[in-house]
Structure formats: structure tokens, C-alpha cells
């Protein structure tokens, strides 16, 4: 894999203090993962200052928030724009002002960034189409449910799910619905659907939370011993989506890397004049019964060598 190296003209090396403004657009347990890893990986940076703010879904927020950041004079900002038609001019205004700009998770609908790191969600629509077309044997009704519309990640996979299963003309999506992102907005959008369809084959929502929500709703409804529900994220969290995996709630789910630690690194090295990646693209992975449990026993094993951890600390 051939990767491009920049360094960025406006950033000189300096040996003194670095604040970085972290612009999330959402809150919730993905982000909270990536959240932890960037505050983490800071620790191998002293002279960096985080400050992380989260706009809640709300586009005039992260306005406002990114706004407060360029006022606050940060040497860098990172953001995961919450819908790309309304954060892109912002982000201009910051990148224009010469401040280096990390795009997170999210695109924007301009060139004006200093560089990207994240997973390729086209990849990852594509990949979930194949399995989809794989585990109905080409033949069958869906619905997609899908994220936040004006957010890139919902475009790109639904993009990718679609060119895969132009190979799969007898695989019909029979129902359509924007949850951007929630659970709860999933489960009212399936509440609905479930009832005039008799025959649904399986539902694929574009995260984990809004496949739970949709399975619930089924679940309501005594409705998924015929359905299967794949979603993308896997948060290992307990009580996401590849614990829901592991209980055979959900049939698969794909790995949306949070990848905090290399948005850090990204960071750093565009200050401090190093060579870096303008495009860091993260790797996704499948995750269903088959692996779902390792995972698990990982996770539970991580977590009980950060509680000695603790403890010797303490
Ligand atoms: O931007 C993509 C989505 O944002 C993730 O898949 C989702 O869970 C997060 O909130």
C-alpha cells in the first residue's frame, strides 16, 4: 500500500505547548472509545493540551464550538463533522486561518483540510453488501436503515451496499428509513415497517445502535426468528454490538475503528513538521457468531488487566 507523505508548510517545530481542540459531533459509546484513545495517547505527548467538546447532533452547536476553538487560538483542531454541507464553511474559515485541520470519521465537502483519518465507509457498505448477498444466497427482502443523511458515512455505505448488490437482482430493499444514528428513532422507523410487510428477510442498519433498535421493535412484534439484523460499529462494550453478536441478537456486525491514538499521532506530526499521511485509512473486519466470543473473552481479559492495573496504581 503506497501512502503519500506531507508535511505541512505552516506548522515549524516548536518545543513549547500544543492545544488541540477536539470538535466530536455526537456523543455516545463509539466516540466515547475514541474520546479515551486520544486522551490516552496524549499522555505520550506533554506538551499537548486536549480539549474535547461534543455538539450533541447539532450542527449550529458545532458551529458555535469550532468557532469557540479558532477564538481560543488552538494550534490544531480535530473534527467528525456532523452533516458536511453545514460544518464544511466552518472548517474552511479555521483551515484558511492556517489552522491544520484533522478530519475524523466524518468528510466534509471540501479540499480545505489538513488531513483524514478513518476507516473508507464505501469499503465497508461494499463488504456489508457481499455478506448480505452471501447469507441470503442471493435471493431476498431487505430494509436499510440508515444514519444521519447529511453525514458522509451514511451516503458512502449506502453506496457501497448498493454497488454490491447490483450484482443481486433478486434481492430486493422492500423499505427505507433515516434513523440518523439513534436507536430509538430505529425502533419507532421498524414499528411501523414490520406491520406491512409480511415477508422481510433480513435488516441492515448502517450502525449497531439502530440494529438493536430494530431489533427490539421486532422482538415487540415476535418477529426475529425469520429476520436477520446486521449492523457496523462493534463497540465490545457491554451490552453493544458485538456482545449483541455473541447473543445472537444480531447476525453480524462490522468493525468502525475509532482509531483515536493514530488521530493523535496525525496530529503531532503535523505540528511539529513531521511527515504524516494526508489520507490514514483504518481497516474494517466482520464480526458474527464466529468470532463475536473471542472478542468478548479479549475484551474481558483487557479489562481485568486494567483493574490490576488500577489497583497497583493505587
Ligand atoms: O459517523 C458514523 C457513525 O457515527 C458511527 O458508525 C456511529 O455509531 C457514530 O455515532
Known amino acids: 500500500c503506497f501512502t503519500f507523505l506531507f508535511l505541512c508548510s ?11 481542540g477536539v470538535s466530536q459531533c455526537s456523543e455516545d459509546e463509539w466516540r466515547t472509545q475514541m474520546n479515551k484513545e486520544i486522551t490516552r495517547e496524549a499522555l505520550f505527548y506533554p506538551q499537548a493540551e486536549v480539549k474535547i467538546k461534543t455538539a450533541k447532533d447539532d450542527n449550529r452547536k458545532q458551529i ?22 453545514a460544518i464544511t464553511p466552518v472548517i474552511e474559515e479555521a483551515f484558511d486561518a492556517g489552522i491544520p485541520v484533522v478530519l475524523v ?17 464505501y469499503e465497508i457498505g461494499r463488504q456489508a453488501g457481499m455478506y448480505i448477498a452471501n447469507r441470503l444466497h442471493g435471493k431476498g427482502q431487505i430494509v436499510e436503515i440508515t444514519g444521519l443523511k447529511g453525514s458522509t458515512p451514511a451516503v458512502e455505505r449506502h453506496r457501497g451496499m448498493m454497488e454490491s448488490l447490483a450484482e443481486t437482482p433478486d434481492i430486493k430493499i422492500i423499505a427505507k ?13 421498524v414499528d411501523s415497517i414490520l406491520p406491512q410487510h409480511k415477508q422481510i428477510d433480513l435488516i441492515f442498519a448502517q450502525n449497531d445502535r439502530m440494529a438493536i433498535g430494530a431489533y427490539r421493535s421486532a422482538a415487540r412484534q415476535g418477529r426475529t426468528k425469520d429476520i ?30 475509532t482509531g483515536g491514538d493514530r488521530v493523535m499521532q496525525v496530529a503531532m506530526a503535523i505540528l511539529q513538521g513531521k511527515p504524516y499521511a494526508r489520507d490514514t485509512n483504518l481497516s474494517t473486519a466482520l464480526v458474527n457468531r464466529s468470532n463475536a466470543r473471542i472478542m468478548q473473552m479479549q475484551t474481558e481479559h483487557i479489562l481485568r488487566l486494567d483493574q490490576k492495573i488500577e489497583i497497583l496504581d493505587n
Open 10 to 20: 505552516s506548522c515549524s517545530q516548536k518545543d513549547e505547548h500544543y492545544l488541540i
Open 64 to 85: 458555535e464550538d469550532i468557532k469557540e476553538f479558532i477564538r481560543e487560538g488552538v494550534d490544531l483542531l480535530v473534527v467528525a463533522p456532523n452533516e458536511a454541507n
Open 177 to 189: 428509513a433515516d434513523a440518523k444514528w439513534f436507536q430509538q428513532d430505529a425502533e419507532k422507523a
Open 228 to 257: 436477520a439484523f446486521v449492523g457496523i460499529d462493534a463497540v465490545w462494550s457491554e451490552g453493544y454490538g458485538v456482545d449483541r453478536v455473541a447473543a445472537g441478537e444480531l447476525d453480524a456486525t462490522f468493525i468502525y475503528p
Open 105 to 121: 470519521d466524518r468528510k466534509i465537502h471540501s479540499s480545505k483540510y489538513t488531513a483524514y483519518v478513518g476507516a473508507d465507509n
